[in-house]
C-alpha cells in the first residue's frame, strides 16, 4: 500500500480543497460540524420547502458542476471528470473530511454509467446532460417485498402492448423516491424465461399516471424509504435500455470507479473523535461514564483502533486499483467491516453517555448516538447483507468450498 500522495495527486488535493473552502455553502458546513447531515443531503434539499436549502442544493451542484466533479468517474465526453482511481480517491476523501455532500444521487452513480454503456444516442443525449446539471434526480426500483437479497426473482411486471409497455407490480425501499423526478427499474417482460433472463431495464418519468409513492418511515422517525406501486403504467418501449429481456445484464453494468469506501472511513474517524472531544470537553464530563468505568475505555479505545483498520482497508483496496488491479473480496471485506464497524461505533456512543442517552435529540452529541444506532441496524442489510459479503470473502478470498 502508498498512503503518500504524488506530487501530482497532492497538486489535485490541493485543488479539490480549494474549492470546498470556496464554495461549500454555509449550510453544508454547519451540518458537518454538527455531525448530523444524513443521506442523500443535496437530493433532498433541492425538493425542500426550505428556500436556503434548495439555494445551496443548487449552488452547490453549480459549483462541482463548472469542473465535472458532479460525476467525477464518467469519462469527460459525457460530462464528467475522467478522473483516474486514485484521483477519485483523493476527490471522495477531501469531500468528506469536509462533510460536502455528493450530487446526483443514483443518476450519477448508477443510471449514467448504465446509459453511457447501454444507452442509445438518443437516450444519452436525452438523459445524461440533465443528471449533471441536477435538474434531474432518479430513484432506482430494484429491490420488492420478495425480492431482496434473491432480487433475480422479481415480480414487477411489463406487458408490450403495441409502442409501450404496460407496468403492474410494487417495488420497495425505494430511496428518495418522494423527491425524485424520474425513476428507472428492472421489471420482468418474460415470465417463461430463466429468472435472470426475463428481465428489462426501463426509464420513466415518476408522475407517470399509475405511479404512486407511499412514504416508510423508518425507527428514527426519518423519512427515507418508500413503497412505489405500478398500476396499469405505460411506458414507451423507446425508454427500454439496452436489449429487452437482457436487463439484468445491464442493470449490473458500472464504469470502472473507486471503492475503496474511503468515506465511510472519514465518517468513522469522524465520529469517534467527535465522541472523544465531547466526553473530555466541560460540557460533555458531566454527562459521559468514562470516568467510572474502565471496561467502557477500553471499548472506546477498540472503536479507535477500529477506525483507523477501516482506513488501512480503504488504502489497501485504492492501492490495488492504482496497480490496475480489480478488488473482489477486498472490497467485500471493506464493506462487511464498514457497516458492522458503524453499529458498533452508535453503540458504543450511547454507552458512554448512560441515561443520557434515551434522550433523542439528534443534534445533541449524547442523542446523536442514540439516533445513529438506530438509523444503523440495515447497515448490515443494504448493498449487499453480511452473510452475502461473508460467502464472497469465504470462497473467493480463502478457498473454501460452497456448500
Known amino acids: 500500500m502508498d498512503w503518500s500522495d504524488t506530487a501530482e495527486q497532492a497538486a489535485f488535493r490541493a485543488q479539490v480543497r480549494s474549492v470546498i473552502d470556496a464554495h461549500l455553502p454555509a449550510r453544508y458546513r454547519h451540518q458537518a460540524e454538527q455531525a448530523h447531515a444524513g443521506e442523500r ?238 466526553a473530555s470537553s466541560e460540557g460533555g464530563r458531566s454527562l459521559s461514564r468514562l470516568a467510572d468505568f474502565d471496561s467502557l475505555r477500553h471499548e472506546v479505545a477498540d472503536r479507535f483502533i477500529e477506525t483507523e483498520v477501516m482506513y488501512q482497508f480503504s488504502f489497501r483496496v485504492i492501492s490495488m486499483q492504482a496497480r490496475g488491479q480489480l478488488p473482489n473480496y477486498e472490497a467485500s471485506t471493506s464493506k462487511l467491516f464498514n457497516s458492522e464497524l458503524v453499529q458498533r461505533l452508535a453503540r458504543t456512543g450511547t454507552k458512554v453517555f448512560g441515561l443520557h442517552a434515551n434522550v433523542w435529540e439528534e443534534e445533541s452529541v449524547s442523542g446523536s448516538f442514540t439516533h445513529a444506532y438506530v438509523g444503523t441496524v440495515p447497515a448490515t442489510i443494504r448493498g449487499g447483507t453480511s452473510e452475502v459479503q461473508r460467502n464472497i470473502i469465504a470462497t473467493r478470498g480463502l478457498g473454501l468450498p460452497r456448500g
Request: glycine content about 10%; charged content about 20%; proline content about 5%.
Open 41 to 278: 443531503v443535496w437530493e433532498f434539499d433541492r425538493k425542500s420547502a426550505d428556500a436556503g436549502a434548495r439555494s445551496a442544493a443548487v449552488e452547490w451542484a453549480t459549483a462541482l458542476s463548472a469542473r465535472g466533479w458532479v460525476a467525477p468517474h464518467w469519462p469527460r465526453e459525457y460530462g464528467g471528470a475522467g478522473l483516474t482511481p486514485m484521483e477519485q480517491f483523493v476527490f471522495n476523501q477531501e469531500m468528506a473530511e469536509a462533510g460536502a455532500p455528493t450530487v446526483g444521487g443514483s443518476g450519477v452513480s448508477l443510471l449514467g454509467p448504465t446509459l453511457i454503456i447501454h444507452g442509445t444516442p438518443e437516450q444519452k443525449a436525452e438523459h445524461l446532460p440533465r443528471i449533471l446539471s441536477g435538474e434531474v434526480a432518479w430513484a432506482q426500483g430494484y429491490s420488492e417485498p420478495s425480492s431482496g437479497s434473491d432480487l433475480a426473482s422479481l415480480q414487477t411486471r411489463a406487458v408490450r402492448d403495441g409502442d409501450e409497455y404496460v407496468l403492474n407490480g410494487q417495488k420497495i425501499w425505494t430511496s428518495g423516491a418522494h423527491t425524485a423526478d424520474a425513476i428507472f427499474a428492472l421489471v420482468r417482460t418474460d415470465p417463461e424465461a430463466p429468472k435472470h433472463r426475463g428481465i428489462s431495464f426501463l426509464m420513466m418519468d415518476i408522475k407517470t399516471p399509475g405511479i404512486s409513492v407511499r412514504p416508510l418511515v423508518d425507527m428514527g422517525w426519518r423519512h427515507y424509504f418508500n413503497e412505489t406501486f405500478f398500476e396499469d403504467v405505460r411506458v414507451p418501449v423507446g425508454n427500454v435500455v439496452g436489449e429487452e429481456n437482457r436487463g439484468w445484464y445491464v442493470g449490473m453494468t458500472l464504469l470502472d470507479f473507486e471503492r475503496s469506501n474511503i468515506s465511510g472511513a472519514v465518517a468513522a474517524r469522524r465520529t469517534i473523535s467527535k465522541l472523544l472531544a465531547f
